[in-house]
């Protein structure tokens, strides 16, 4: 077996030692790894291409008779790697369950198509035995482009699956534009890759309809396929999960530019050559072959002895204007009866075939010739040519005498280049002589790489029938006189192309293998000698100075970048163990003076604590001190006020009611003060708080001054549960109150106050409400799944004037007191609220709008989310609030239903609080949704009476 190279062998040599050192790396991945599935499916696979890359390389390196072995075991090949590619694409990363009957079902279809064409190729060797040469049916490369595609569609799968969160919609672009993991992207590539790798298949497609040439679908399907591998590669080493080294990338990328690189050059610099070549057509003359002694033939070039167009029209054609399949047509004429002695026997029927040949006893279809030049068949080649006479100008004539039979091909166009014209003829004699003779062609021979042989002139010559594979002479038919033995004689202009466009491509595809040979082992080689090893020895300096070893030294090995970056360690190195070294002494002495400090410090901390304690004690000495005198005069005012006989002047009275007002307020100021400072010094534990509880007590301590002024206060009945200290939410509570009662209403128009109390659900991070006090069920779900720390933020609306949102920052800020608020108070209530709410691990602030009143809110941190044990606490704990019977149908409902809202929370998924209610059969969303809030808040009277609604309406 002799390769004749080719542009195309050279793109598929490269393609062919890419794909080998993929192959091999992947398998080495994949010994490391372990036996994974993909890993055994991707590795039968690389083998299967690699196998299928050296058909193709075979395919154009080989002459027609051993390239039809090779052709006819491709697609097989390719067929068993799409299998093991398919299977890849459903388990990379990993098979998903969804996907487990989708993969059986992909492993079944793809081995069906692998076993029929292996089927189909066992069916055309059986042909070819019996001579019969039998191309690929059309609609088989559909059938093939089918299988490709199924490989991006099982990865796009595969992608989609990997890409799905939970219930949520996908958008059908999404994962392909914005992969969200290192897999995603990976799977996501791999689609891109084999769809890519799907559409050079179209290439194939063309150029069996003609509508691409040879030369061209090879260009692409070369260099399609090259690039696929490298991107494959690369797609394949990134999604490993460890660290590929640098000198495996940089030799593959050097290895794949190379091999690009001169797979181009490979097509670009061989036109010019090809240009040059030319077949030694014997122009204007004659060839007369005559029998020897040896059972050959002695051939001599004479002058033209052309003989006058004439005969009878053969009206040959290829059956394109009847619709018939041009590759089944058989190409020759009915049976010519003449007597014709040809190497040893006597025939009696010629046929005239449109390709320039004369068939001895038997027809000629033109794809017989690619096989043993017509499979042994006995024939007469005047000018082997692929002829369309369909399109011809001329025709194919016969006319039969007495002693010879004269054919001429009168200008006959070619197949696949109708621009050159060819006129020749061929006359046989009785006693086994004949003469070919030629006149000179229209148009230019371009022969072009792995054409069509009959594209251009293939051969001239004589064949007898052979029933073995014994070559015939090959010899220069300008070079006459010339004689041929029994085995039959040829000029094969074909094989000479190659031999010339070998002799061309040769030195190139040895420069691809040796560079290839270097860029694989000489490049890491030198990157290990020149760039490894002195970074290996930087690294051993780094890791001995780690290890406490500061004396060391790294040799300088070249006077490079490298070379350089050591000599500065070593320098950097000695100056560290000298520093080192100096340091221990000063650090003994800096450790002396630092005791020394540390001595005095703890004594000034020592005073500045005591001084802390006296201050303490005297603000309290103090604060009572005030207190008592101002306790007396307020007392002794309001004695004296009481005692005044009834004709006492009004102003006294007035006076006595000023000094109690006084001394009253200085006494609110004094507490206020120290609630201040002792709200920063305080150490509290935070615990779950009843908060309706809280606000019922505080709004019930300000009803007398709700009835004074006959204000409105609105509040829900249910709370969230939050932590937090009782005595000081309710302060802030109060305070809050207090204020809109005093500032809320717009008693300037005769409007009493009109208070709101609420609440909402609060995203800690974001700030965002997440639910209000109105859709109780959305708040129960956003307490229960908020996947970030939620804050229930309290708050107390007014109606009144409103405050100036330029004088919000100074209302929190200790003894600040605005004009338009200064009627009572001195300046802490606001402030004190703020730094309680702030010790408790919230916030406050306001919210105001002109003429429309204000809000003031605080948060404190929500509870954490009920956990189970606790959820069937609660269905036992109904035992103490009602009678056996309604307990036990109670249990049914509202222990599942908190049972499910705690799964329902544990696996993230709960997106809609009345999706859990259906499950429990709670017929009405509302009362189920009250429910779960009742059952969340641990508020057991609401539990009995929403429980019993709900039996009530399932009938019990």
């Given at each position: 077996m002799r390769l004749y190279l080719t542009p195309a062998s050279l793109g598929y040599l490269t393609q062919l030692i890419l794909a080998g050192l993929i192959s091999g790396y992947v398998l080495f991945l994949a010994r490391k790894q372990g036996r994974a599935q993909h890993n055994l499916w991707l590795s039968?696979?690389?083998?299967?291409?690699?196998?299928?890359?050296?058909?193709?390389?075979?395919?154009?390196?080989?002459?027609?008779?051993?390239?039809?072995?090779?052709?006819?075991?491709?697609?097989?090949?390719?067929?068993?790697?799409?299998?093991?590619?398919?299977?890849?694409?459903?388990?990379?990363?990993?098979?998903?369950?969804?996907?487990?009957?989708?993969?059986?079902?992909?492993?079944?279809?793809?081995?069906?198509?692998?076993?029929?064409?292996?089927?189909?190729?066992?069916?055309?060797?059986?042909?070819?035995?019996?001579?019969?040469?039998?191309?690929?049916?059309?609609?088989?490369?559909?059938?093939?482009?089918?299988?490709?595609?199924?490989?991006?569609?099982?990865?796009?799968?595969?992608?989609?699956?990997?890409?799905?969160?939970?219930?949520?919609?996908?958008?059908?672009?999404?994962?392909?534009?914005?992969?969200?993991?290192?897999?995603?992207?990976?799977?996501?590539?791999?689609?891109?890759?084999?769809?890519?790798?799907?559409?050079?298949?179209?290439?194939?497609?063309?150029?069996?309809?003609?509508?691409?040439t040879v030369s061209l679908a090879n260009v692409g399907i070369s260099l399609g396929i090259l690039l696929a591998?490298?991107?494959?590669?690369?797609?394949?080493?990134?999604?490993?999960?460890?660290?590929?080294?640098?000198?495996?990338?940089?030799?593959?990328?050097?290895?794949?530019?190379?091999?690009?690189?001169?797979?181009?050059?490979?097509?670009?610099?061989?036109?010019?050559?090809?240009?040059?070549?030319?077949?030694?057509?014997?122009?204007?003359?004659?060839?007369?072959?005559?029998?020897?002694?040896?059972?050959?033939?002695?051939?001599?070039?004479?002058?033209?002895?052309?003989?006058?167009?004439?005969?009878?029209?053969?009206?040959?054609?290829?059956?394109?204007?009847?619709?018939?399949?041009?590759?089944?047509?058989?190409?020759?004429?009915?049976?010519?009866?003449?007597t014709f002695p040809f190497y040893g026997k006597v025939y009696q029927q010629v046929y005239v075939c449109n390709d320039g040949t004369l068939g001895l006893g038997q027809a000629l279809p033109y794809r017989n010739y690619q096989?043993?030049?017509?499979?042994?068949?006995?024939?007469?080649?005047?000018?082997?040519?692929?002829?369309?006479?369909?399109?011809?100008?001329?025709?194919?004539?016969?006319?039969?005498?007495?002693?010879?039979?004269?054919?001429?091909?009168?200008?006959?166009?070619?197949?696949?280049?109708?621009?050159?014209?060819?006129?020749?003829?061929?006359?046989?004699?009785?006693?086994?002589?004949?003469?070919?003779?030629?006149?000179?062609?229209?148009?230019?021979?371009?022969?072009?790489?792995?054409?069509?042989?009959?594209?251009?002139?293939?051969?001239?010559?004589?064949?007898?029938?052979?029933?073995?594979?014994?070559?015939?002479?090959?010899?220069?038919?300008?070079?006459?006189?010339?004689?041929?033995?029994?085995?039959?004689?040829?000029?094969?202009?074909?094989?000479?192309?190659?031999?010339?466009?070998?002799?061309?491509?040769?030195?190139?595809a040895r420069l691809i293998i040796i560079a290839s040979v270097f860029i694989v082992i000489g490049i890491p080689l030198?990157?290990?000698?020149?760039?490894?090893?002195?970074?290996?020895?930087?690294?051993?300096?780094?890791?001995?100075?780690?290890?406490?070893?500061?004396?060391?030294?790294?040799?300088?090995?070249?006077?490079?970048?490298?070379?350089?970056?050591?000599?500065?360690f070593n320098t950097l190195a000695a100056q560290l163990d000298a520093l080192i070294h100096g340091l221990e002494e000063r650090v003994d002495v800096r450790t002396a003076e630092l005791d020394q400090a540390n001595v005095q410090l703890r004594a000034e901390i020592a005073n500045r604590e005591e001084l802390i304690t006296d201050l303490k004690a005297y603000s309290r000495t103090v604060a009572h001190d005030l207190k008592t005198p101002l306790t007396l005069i307020t007392g002794y005012s309001d004695l004296i006020r009481d005692s005044l006989p009834p004709d006492t002047e009004p102003e006294l009275s007035e006076f006595l009611a000023r000094i109690s007002a006084a001394s009253a307020k200085m006494i609110r100021m004094i507490e206020g003060i120290l609630t201040f400072s002792g709200v920063r010094q305080a150490d509290l534990q935070l615990h779950p708080l009843a908060m309706a509880a809280i606000v019922t007590e505080s709004v019930r301590n300000l009803q007398p001054f709700i009835d004074r002024t006959g204000a409105c206060v609105t509040y829900p009945m249910q709370w969230p549960s939050v932590m937090g200290h009782p005595q000081w939410v309710e302060e802030v509570w109060s305070n809050y109150l207090s204020n809109a009662l005093k500032y809320g209403g717009r008693l300037d128009e005769g409007i009493p106050p009109d208070i709101e109390l609420g609440w909402d659900i609060v995203d800690a991070e974001r700030g965002e409400v997440i639910a209000g006090m109105d859709a109780v069920a959305d708040a129960a779900a956003a307490l229960l799944v908020s996947h970030s720390p939620v804050m229930v933020r309290f708050w107390v609306r007014d109606h009144g004037h409103g405050i100036p949102e330029a004088v919000h920052s100074r209302l929190f800020v200790p003894f600040e007191r605005l004009d338009k608020v200064d009627a009572e108070g001195y300046g802490l209530g606001l402030s004190?609220?703020?730094?309680?709410?702030?010790?408790?691990?919230?916030?406050?602030?306001?919210?105001?709008?002109?003429?429309?009143?204000?809000?003031?809110?605080?948060?404190?941190?929500?509870?954490?989310?009920?956990?189970?044990?606790?959820?069937?606490?609660?269905?036992?704990?109904?035992?103490?609030?009602s009678d056996p019977a309604l307990v036990d149908r109670l249990t049914l409902i509202a222990a599942p239903l908190l049972l499910r809202l705690v799964q329902a929370t544990e696996n993230s998924d709960l997106t809609d609080i009345r999706a859990v209610i259906t499950e429990v059969e709670i017929e009405d969303s509302v009362v189920g949704a009250a429910l779960a809030t009742a059952l969340y808040n641990f508020d057991y009277d609401a539990i009995l009476a929403l429980a019993q609604v709900a039996l009530a309406q399932k009938g019990y």
């Open positions: 039968a696979f690389l083998l299967a291409i690699t196998l299928f890359i050296t058909t193709l390389f075979l395919e154009v390196s080989l002459l027609p008779t051993q390239r039809l072995r090779v052709v006819y075991l491709q697609n097989t090949v390719l067929a068993i790697a799409l299998v093991f590619l398919i299977q890849f694409a459903y388990h990379f990363p990993v098979l998903v369950a969804p996907r487990r009957r989708e993969a059986r079902f992909a492993l079944l279809v793809s081995s069906v198509y692998a076993l029929w064409e292996a089927g189909f190729a066992i069916y055309r060797f059986v042909a070819l035995n019996d001579g019969i040469v039998m191309y690929r049916w059309g609609w088989s490369d559909y059938l093939l482009l089918l299988v490709l595609l199924w490989a991006p569609i099982a990865f796009l799968r595969q992608l989609y699956s990997l890409e799905k969160r939970g219930e949520q919609p996908i958008r059908y672009l999404e994962p392909i534009l914005h992969p969200t993991t290192r897999a995603a992207l990976t799977l996501r590539n791999f689609a891109l890759i084999f769809l890519f790798v799907a559409s050079l298949n179209l290439l194939n497609i063309l150029r069996a309809a003609y509508l691409l591998l490298f991107m494959f590669a690369m797609a394949y080493i990134n999604a490993q999960p460890e660290v590929t080294s640098f000198i495996v990338r940089l030799a593959s990328v050097a290895l794949a530019l190379m091999l690009a690189g001169l797979g181009i050059v490979a097509w670009v610099v061989s036109p010019s050559a090809i240009a040059q070549y030319q077949p030694d057509l014997p122009v204007d003359k004659t060839l007369r072959f005559t029998l020897n002694a040896e059972g050959g033939y002695e051939i001599v070039a004479l002058p033209s002895s052309f003989e006058s167009v004439e005969g009878m029209d053969l009206h040959m054609r290829e059956g394109a204007e009847d619709g018939i399949d041009r590759e089944v047509a058989a190409y020759c004429s009915l049976p010519l009866p003449f096989y043993r030049m017509g499979n042994g068949a006995p024939m007469l080649m005047a000018l082997l040519v692929d002829l369309y006479p369909d399109i011809s100008p001329g025709a194919v004539l016969v006319k039969q005498e007495a002693e010879r039979l004269i054919v001429t091909w009168e200008r006959q166009r070619a197949f696949r280049y109708p621009a050159n014209e060819f006129t020749f003829q061929a006359v046989l004699y009785s006693d086994g002589v004949f003469e070919f003779s030629y006149r000179e062609p229209l148009g230019t021979f371009h022969y072009q790489p792995n054409d069509d042989p009959g594209g251009h002139p293939w051969a001239i010559g004589a064949l007898p029938e052979r029933l073995d594979d014994v070559d015939p002479e090959q010899v220069l038919l300008r070079s006459t006189p010339a004689s041929s033995g029994d085995t039959g004689v040829i000029q094969d202009f074909y094989m000479e192309f190659r031999q010339y466009l070998h002799g061309f491509m040769a030195p190139l030198l990157i290990y000698t020149n760039l490894v090893q002195p970074l290996n020895a930087l690294l051993f300096g780094v890791r001995q100075i780690q290890g406490g070893n500061y004396e060391v030294q790294v040799p300088v090995r070249y006077s490079d970048e490298i070379g350089f970056l050591t000599h500065a004190i609220v703020k730094r309680m709410v702030e010790k408790l691990g919230g916030t406050v602030g306001i919210e105001s709008w002109p003429d429309a009143g204000c809000r003031f809110w605080f948060t404190l941190p929500a509870a954490e989310p009920l956990p189970v044990h606790e959820a069937v606490a609660i269905a036992e704990h109904t035992k103490m609030c």
